[in-house]
C-alpha cells in the first residue's frame, strides 16, 4: 500500500525501499504519543511526562457516538449539574461558618474579619487537608482520583470514593480561603460520575474516555454558567481534537449540566463586575509584545508545574506540606 506524501510527512511513515535499507527504529517511548510540530524546548522533565509528548491525544480515534453512547452522555450531564450544585453548596456553607457572614460577598467578609479569625481559618484548613488527603490516600492506595492522568493513560477508570474524598476536602480547604479553583471538584465527580456510567454501560475504552472528558468540562459548565467554555475545555485541553464527534457530545453534556445547575445557581454569569476594554492602538500593541513573552512564561510554569508533581510529598510528609 503506498501511503500519500503528506501523510507519511505528517506521520513519518518510511516507504517499502526506506524501511529496507533504514536500520530497525528506536523502540517508542512509554505510550508513542508525540507533540506535532515538535516543540522548541525538547529537553525531558523528571514528570511522569516529557516535553516532546502530547499527553492528551489518546490515539483512540474518533469513539463510537452510539444511541447508549448517547443515553449515558445526558445521565452525565445530570449527574456532573446535581454534583455542581452540591459542591458549591459545601463552599458555600463552609465560607459562611469560617467568616461568619449570611450576606453579601466573600471578599467583604473576609476584609472585615479580624486579623486572628482569618489566620486562624487558614491553620484549620491546612490542618483538616493535609491529614484528610493523608489518609485518603492511605486507604485508597491504588485507586486513582486525577481525571486528567486516567483519560490520557492507558486504563480509563476514576474510583469514586476518592474522587468524592478528594472532592469534599478541596471545597472545604477552598471555603476557608485556600487559593484553588472551585471548579476543580465539580470537574472531578462529572468525570467520576462519567466513569461509573460507562462501567455500567460497557462502553468502550474510547467512548469512555470521551465521556469523562465530557463529564469534566460539564462539571466546570455548571459552577460557572458557560456551557460553550465547558465544551471547549472538553476538546482543546482534555481531548486536544476539535472535531465534530467530540465537539458535538461535548457542548450537548455542558449545556445539560449548566441547566441542571440552575436547580441551586443563579442562571446568569458569575462574574458580572467584569469591566469592558476598548480597542485601541496602545493596547494592541501591548497585546503583540506581550503574547509571546506570556506563551514563554506559561511554558516554564507548566513545566515547573511537572517537576513538583513528580518529586511531591508522599507518605506522612504529605501531612506538614
Given at each position: ?10 506521520w513519518a511513515i518510511p516507504s517499502l ?281 506559561a511554558s516554564g510554569y507548566i513545566r ?18
Amino acid at each position: 500500500m503506498a501511503w500519500p506524501a503528506a501523510v507519511r510527512r505528517r506521520w513519518a511513515i518510511p516507504s517499502l525501499a526506506q524501511s529496507a535499507e533504514a536500520p530497525a527504529p528506536a523502540a517508542p517511548r512509554r505510550n508513542g504519543r508525540v507533540r506535532v510540530p515538535p516543540p522548541l524546548i525538547s529537553r525531558r522533565l523528571p514528570s511522569g511526562r516529557g516535553a516532546t509528548e502530547q499527553p492528551n491525544v489518546t490515539g483512540d480515534g474518533d469513539a463510537a457516538l452510539s444511541p447508549r453512547f448517547w443515553a449515558m452522555l445526558v445521565l452525565t450531564g445530570v449527574a456532573a449539574g446535581l454534583f455542581g450544585d452540591l459542591m458549591m453548596y459545601l463552599l458555600f456553607s463552609v465560607q459562611h461558618l469560617a467568616f461568619g457572614y449570611h450576606s453579601g460577598t466573600l471578599e467583604a467578609a473576609a476584609q472585615h474579619a479580624s486579623g486572628l479569625r482569618r489566620l486562624t481559618v487558614l491553620l484549620i484548613a491546612g490542618a483538616v487537608g493535609g491529614i484528610g488527603w493523608y489518609l485518603l490516600r492511605r486507604y485508597t492506595k491504588g485507586e486513582k482520583s486525577e481525571l486528567d492522568d486516567v483519560v490520557w493513560g492507558s486504563r480509563a477508570h476514576l474510583s469514586f470514593r476518592r474522587s468524592l474524598g478528594t472532592s469534599v476536602l478541596s471545597e472545604f480547604v477552598i471555603g476557608m480561603g485556600a487559593s484553588m479553583g472551585r471548579e476543580n471538584a465539580p470537574k472531578l465527580m462529572g468525570g467520576a460520575s462519567a466513569s461509573v456510567l460507562a462501567g455500567w454501560a460497557r462502553l468502550s475504552p474510547a467512548q469512555r474516555r470521551l465521556l469523562m472528558a465530557c463529564g469534566g468540562g460539564a462539571g466546570l459548565a455548571a459552577v460557572y454558567n458557560v456551557p460553550l467554555a465547558g465544551a471547549l475545555f472538553t476538546a482543546e485541553v482534555m481531548l486536544g481534537s476539535v472535531t465534530v464527534p467530540v465537539v458535538l457530545p461535548a457542548l450537548a453534556c455542558s449545556a445539560i449540566a449548566t441547566a441542571v445547575g440552575w436547580l441551586y445557581l443563579p442562571a446568569r454569569a458569575t462574574y458580572l463586575d467584569v469591566p469592558g476594554y476598548h480597542l485601541s492602538a496602545p493596547l494592541l500593541a501591548w497585546a503583540l509584545i506581550a503574547g509571546p513573552l506570556i506563551g514563554l512564561i506559561a511554558s516554564g510554569y507548566i513545566r515547573l508545574i511537572g517537576w513538583v508533581s513528580h518529586h511531591q510529598a508522599k507518605n506522612k510528609a504529605a501531612i506538614i506540606a
